[in-house]
C-alpha cells in the first residue's frame, strides 16, 4: 500500500506574513511524509541575513528528502525504526552544527550576550513513514507537532503523544495517569467557548502552557523519540498538523474537517486562519462579538495522506481483515491514546523492540529505560517556543 492521495497546505502566522517557520515533506515514493515546526525565538543577525525557525525546518526537510525519498515501505518495523532514527540523529547533529555552531555562537550575531538556548533555533517534528510491505506505519514524535489516524471504525485518534508540559508532568509524578487523560480529553474537545469542562484551574494551566521538550537541534545529544505504531487499511487518513493549526480547533471540528472529500488540508488551514484572527477572550463592553479562546496565530501546517493499494506494492500476505485492529483493542473510538505509564528512555538511546506498541495502545516495551526526559522549555511568548532546559 501507499498514499494514493496526499494533500499540503501551509500559511505564515498573520503575526510575521513574510516569513513560514513551518515545513512540510511527502517522500516521492508515497511512503512517508513529516511537518516540521521551526522555533527559534531570538533572531540572530548574520551577514547573510536572519537565523531563525525557518532555516531550522527548511534544512530537516531537505536531509528528509535527501534520505528519505525513495523509502520503499518494505522494512520491517524494527527495521524502520533503526533507519529513522539514524536520519533523525543527523537532523539533530545538522542543526546544531550548521545553525547553531555547536553551542559556539560568534559574538557579533549574539550582541545582546544572549545563553546559547536563547539563541539556538531548532525544530519540532512529527515524521510517518509506511513500513512491513505498507500494511503499518510507524511514528517518530519530536516535540508538539501531532499526528492522526481517520479510521472508519474508530474515527479520528491521535496517534502521537505531545512532547510537552502535561506528558512530562504525568511521567514525573506531579499528575496522576488519571488526571492527565482527563486534563487531556477537556482540551481536545474544549470548543474555545463552552467551559463546562474548562471550569478546572488544572486544565486551564495545560491548555495555555505552550512549553515543549524533544525539540531537534538544540544540544549536540539527539533527544529520544517518541515512537508509536498504527496498522493500515485501505482508506485510512493520515494527518500531521503543525501546532497552528491543531490548536485552532476541537478534536470534534478536526475529525469533520478530515473528512472532507476534496483537499481536507486546505480546509483545516482555512478554518485556522478565520479563527485565529478572533479574540481570545469576551469584550465585557460587547458580549455579543465573537471570540474563540483556540485562537492562536502561529504559522499553520497540514499534510493529509489516503492509504490505497498499489498493484506493484509486494511482501505482503496479510488479509484486509487481518490488518484492521481487533475489536478488542478498538472497544470505542478513543479521542487519544492511552497514556504512557512508564517515563521515556534516556535521551539519544534507541529502544530495541520488535515493534514500536501501535495506537491506541501504547504501552512502551519492557526494556525501555525509565529515565525521564528534561523539563519543558520555558514559554517566551504567543507563538514562539523557547529552548532553554529549565521550568
Known amino acids: 500500500m501507499k498514499w494514493i492521495k496526499s494533500w499540503v497546505a501551509t500559511v505564515p502566522s498573520p503575526t510575521h506574513p513574510?516569513?513560514?517557520?513551518?515545513?512540510?515533506?511527502?517522500?516521492?515514493?508515497?511512503?512517508?511524509?513529516?511537518?516540521?515546526?521551526?522555533?527559534?525565538?531570538?533572531?540572530?543577525?548574520?551577514?547573510?541575513?536572519?537565523v531563525g525557525g525557518e532555516h531550522a525546518s527548511s534544512l530537516a526537510s531537505k536531509i528528509l528528502a535527501e534520505r528519505l525519498d525513495a523509502w520503499?515501505?518494505?522494512?520491517?518495523?524494527?527495521?524502520?525504526?533503526?533507519?529513522?532514527?539514524?536520519?533523525?540523529?543527523?537532523?539533530?547533529?545538522?542543526?546544531?552544527?550548521?545553525?547553531?555552531?555547536?553551542?559556539?555562537?560568534?559574538?557579533?550575531?549574539?550582541?545582546?550576550?544572549?545563553?546559547?538556548?536563547?539563541?539556538?533555533?531548532?525544530?519540532?517534528?512529527?515524521?510517518?513513514a509506511m513500513c512491513d510491505a505498507g500494511t503499518r506505519a510507524i511514528a517518530a514524535q519530536h516535540g508538539d507537532t501531532h499526528g492522526y489516524a481517520l479510521k472508519d471504525d474508530m474515527g479520528l485518534i491521535q496517534i502521537t503523544e505531545d512532547q510537552d508540559l502535561l506528558t512530562w508532568e504525568r511521567m514525573n509524578g506531579v499528575i496522576s495517569e488519571d488526571d492527565a487523560v482527563r486534563i487531556a480529553q477537556a482540551i481536545d474537545h474544549f470548543d474555545g467557548v463552552n467551559l463546562t469542562e474548562m471550569m478546572d484551574q488544572k486544565v486551564m494551566r495545560y491548555f495555555f502552557d505552550k512549553n515543549i521538550f524533544g525539540a531537534l537541534g538544540v544540544d549536540g545529544t539527539c533527544p529520544e523519540t517518541g515512537w508509536s505504531a498504527i496498522k493500515l487499511v485501505v482508506g485510512d487518513r493520515i494527518a500531521l498538523l503543525s501546532d497552528g493549526a491543531y490548536s485552532n480547533m476541537s478534536?470534534?471540528?478536526?475529525?469533520?474537517?478530515?473528512?472532507?472529500?476534496?483537499?481536507?488540508?486546505?480546509?483545516?488551514?482555512?478554518?485556522?486562519?478565520?479563527?485565529?484572527?478572533?479574540?481570545?477572550?469576551?469584550?465585557?463592553?460587547?458580549?455579543?462579538?465573537?471570540?474563540n479562546m483556540r485562537a492562536t496565530q502561529d504559522d499553520m501546517t497540514a499534510v493529509v495522506?489516503?492509504?490505497?493499494?498499489e498493484d506493484t506494492m509486494e511482501g505482503t500476505t496479510e488479509s484486509q481483515d487481518d490488518l484492521a485492529l481487533s475489536a478488542e483493542q478498538t472497544t470505542e473510538a478513543m479521542p487519544r491514546p492511552r497514556f504512557i505509564t512508564e517515563p521515556l528512555a534516556a535521551p539519544n538511546t534507541l529502544v530495541e523492540s520488535d515493534e514500536p506498541t501501535e495506537v491506541p495502545y501504547l504501552d512502551l516495551p519492557e526494556d525501555t529505560e525509565e529515565t525521564a526526559p528534561p523539563p519543558p522549555a520555558e514559554d517566551i511568548g504567543e507563538g514562539m517556543e523557547n529552548m532553554s532546559g529549565e521550568l
Open 251 to 291: 478534536l470534534d471540528e478536526l475529525s469533520n474537517m478530515l473528512s472532507y472529500p476534496d483537499d481536507p488540508a486546505q480546509v483545516v488551514i482555512e478554518l485556522s486562519m478565520q479563527r485565529c484572527v478572533l479574540p481570545r477572550f469576551p469584550d465585557a463592553n460587547e458580549l455579543s462579538k465573537p471570540y
Open 305 to 309: 495522506l489516503e492509504v490505497g493499494v
Open 18 to 50: 513574510d516569513r513560514n517557520e513551518d515545513n512540510l515533506w511527502v517522500a516521492a515514493s508515497g511512503r512517508a511524509a513529516a511537518v516540521i515546526d521551526g522555533m527559534g525565538g531570538y533572531r540572530r543577525r548574520t551577514a547573510h541575513g536572519d
Open 72 to 128: 520503499d515501505g518494505l522494512l520491517s518495523m524494527k527495521e524502520a525504526k533503526v533507519v529513522l532514527r539514524q536520519v533523525i540523529e543527523e537532523i539533530n547533529a545538522r542543526l546544531w552544527q550548521d545553525l547553531n555552531w555547536s553551542g559556539k555562537v560568534p559574538p557579533e550575531e549574539n550582541p545582546d550576550g544572549k545563553s546559547v538556548d536563547e539563541t539556538s533555533v531548532g525544530a519540532a517534528m512529527t515524521l510517518v
